[in-house]
């Protein structure tokens, strides 16, 4: 039914279970559509396991999704490692990531911050720290990924678009990333979050 409706702005399927199976259907009518219109797309609480992600990220490529909710699923580093493709990509126009409730463990905050490198649209990635399993090793990739300092390039070359790892003002994040955070928010352009 979806595929006969391109047009779709917004997609809220959150709570229904719809599996590896539900992920391959969906990945397909979104590569059928061509052209796409959707920017938000819900798929909280569906049980989507890492191939389930997978197979979803290989529909996203040419996607002009804004926003993707992927909390309360069953996602570890070895799914979050199928996005990185998408985020490298330079028809990538995510903004938010949502991934509450997901234990993605210090892998995946490596994995999230290796892919999120070069990426130059997404200002939100959404998880709860006590919910997301990671230690100094997981902040220390979200640190490098925001302001490497070991070299100026590497320095300019950071990722200063993201805006919010749970949120600026959260107090659960490390303070060197708050302060890398604020940078970006108060910049104009990266540029003045890079000096």
């Keep these: 039914?979806?595929?006969?409706?391109?047009?779709?702005?917004d997609l809220y399927l959150e709570n229904n279970n719809i599996g590896l199976m539900g992920c391959t259907a969906l990945a397909d009518t979104l590569r059928g559509w061509g052209t796409s219109y959707l920017k938000i797309l819900d798929l909280d609480n569906n049980d989507i396991d890492d191939q389930g992600l997978e197979v979803l990220a290989?529909?996203?490529?040419n996607s002009t999704l804004e926003a993707l909710y992927l909390s309360g699923n069953l996602i570890t580093a070895v799914?979050?490692?199928?996005?990185?493709?998408?985020?490298?990509?330079?028809s990538c126009c995510l903004k938010s990531l949502y991934l509450d409730r997901v234990n993605f463990g210090d892998e995946g905050a490596v994995v999230l911050a290796g892919a999120l490198m070069g990426n130059k649209s997404l200002t939100s990635l959404r998880f709860h720290p006590d919910?997301?399993?990671?230690?100094?090793?997981?902040?220390a990739a979200f640190s490098?990924?925001?302001?490497d300092p070991s070299s100026i390039n590497n320095t300019y070359l950071s990722n200063h678009n993201i805006e919010k790892i749970w949120g600026y003002q959260s107090n659960n994040n490390p303070h060197d990333i708050t302060l890398f955070l604020r940078f970006n928010h108060l910049s104009r352009h990266p540029r003045e979050a890079a000096i």
């Design 58 to 61: 290989a529909g996203l490529t």
């Design 1 to 9: 039914a979806l595929r006969s409706y391109p047009q779709l702005r």
């Design 144 to 147: 490098k990924l925001l302001c």
């Design 79 to 90: 799914g979050l490692r199928s996005l990185s493709d998408y985020f490298q990509s330079g």
């Design 131 to 139: 919910h997301a399993g990671i230690t100094d090793v997981g902040w």
